[in-house]
């Protein structure tokens, strides 16, 4: 967890600078800027301080290790279904969900439903089917 501790904290670095330039260029006339910029900061360090703390907690990952061979990592990275038609139509609703936004809520209650449908679809596609386990 190196590498995204590193990149997270990185993040931080350019955000708090970015946050004070653009203060200073905007006389702190201009609120909403410096607190989007200010809270990217904090959310990036947030991140950065929960995987520097987890990583402490974990033992060294393949992927940390420097001198790390590809076959260090085989192994099972956990069961996937081979084919599913259930994340386009999540997509789909998700899509007529953000069109509802811009034409009306009547719409986004219709892509709410639809998305509804489709997460429990999508959930419990493993249980029952072509795909049991």
Known sequence: MRV???LFLYLVGFFVPVTLIYGFWTKWQEPIGVIALLLS???FALT???LWMTGKKLALRPEDNTAGEIEDA???YGYFVASSWTP???AAS???MFAGLAIGWWLFIIGAMFAI???CLWVFESFSGE???
Do not use: D, H, Q
């Open 4 to 6: 995204e501790t590193k």
């Open 94 to 96: 998700g899509a007529v």
């Open 48 to 50: 950065g301080f929960f």
């Open 131 to 133: 795909y049991s386990i």
């Open 74 to 76: 085989e192994g099972n």
């Open 117 to 119: 449908v489709a997460v």
């Open 88 to 90: 386009l139509w999540l």
């Open 41 to 43: 900061a904090l959310l």
